[in-house]
């Protein structure tokens, strides 16, 4: 699995949609999508910088690591 | 006019027309072009015609071929889609074509030497190609990590 990015937990807590939120952080529904569904493959820390302003976080709320499955 | 990729891109699309045309008037007028080369060359084909006309009809096929894989290919520069793996197909199917017209030209070396230096530069043009080809994939994954860099 790796890293995993639990948006939809913090964007509950917060009571945020997708498109503000991708709005307040500067990009694209889409490439939140991306993030949301575990598809990214690296996240800048100015976008992680951002998310963390925009849900009153720290990274460790948003990031998780899951070791590979054997 | 200020000359940028998308004329460069014009161009080379011009060029393979070109060549198309070219390529099917020869497979069209192969008989009388065979008839005047060796009547009007100093090459020792006297009683060779047939084969001469046998490896220009062989090498129709990978001819156009290679001249449809890059109309495609250059199509999808038009449209922005540079480095995504139907291009790298593209240039496989380029690489493999040239391949065949070296294996075509090898075979027709036995009856005219030259055609021996003709095989190994079409050999070349296809290891070329498929470098190209090597790159292009490296940069496919490179693209694909950008994209999904949020």
């Known amino acids: 699995m790796g890293i995993v990015v639990n948006l939809d937990v913090m964007m509950a807590k917060r009571k945020i949609t997708a498109g503000e939120l991708a709005d307040r952080v500067g990009i694209t529904p889409a490439n939140l999508s991306i993030l949301k569904n575990n598809k990214a493959k690296a996240v800048r820390f100015s976008t992680l910088a951002a998310l963390c302003r925009a849900l ?8 998780e690591y899951e070791p590979d499955p054997e | 006019m200020k000359w940028n990729e998308k004329y460069s891109i014009r161009l080379s699309k011009v060029c393979v ?3 198309a045309l070219t390529v099917a008037a020869l497979a069209l007028t192969a008989p009388w072009v065979v008839d005047w080369f060796v009547k009007f060359s100093r090459a020792m084909l006297l009683g060779r015609e047939h084969f001469l006309l046998v ?4 090498a129709v096929p990978p001819a156009l071929a290679v001249l449809w894989l890059l109309w495609q290919l250059l199509g999808n520069l038009q449209k922005g889609r540079v480095f995504i793996p139907q291009n790298a197909a593209y240039l496989r199917g380029v690489s493999w074509c040239c391949i065949a017209a070296a294996g075509i030209c090898l075979a027709s070396g036995l009856y005219y030497l ?20 090597n790159v292009f994939e490296q940069a496919i994954i490179l693209q694909d990590d950008a994209d999904y860099t949020i």
Do not use: N
């Open chain 1, 56 to 63: 009153d976080c720290q990274p460790a709320d948003l990031l």
């Open chain 2, 55 to 58: 490896s220009i009809y062989a």
């Open chain 2, 17 to 19: 027309a070109l060549f």
């Open chain 2, 114 to 133: 030259p055609f021996l230096l003709v095989a190994v530069l079409a050999g070349f043009m296809a290891l070329i190609v498929r470098v190209v080809k």
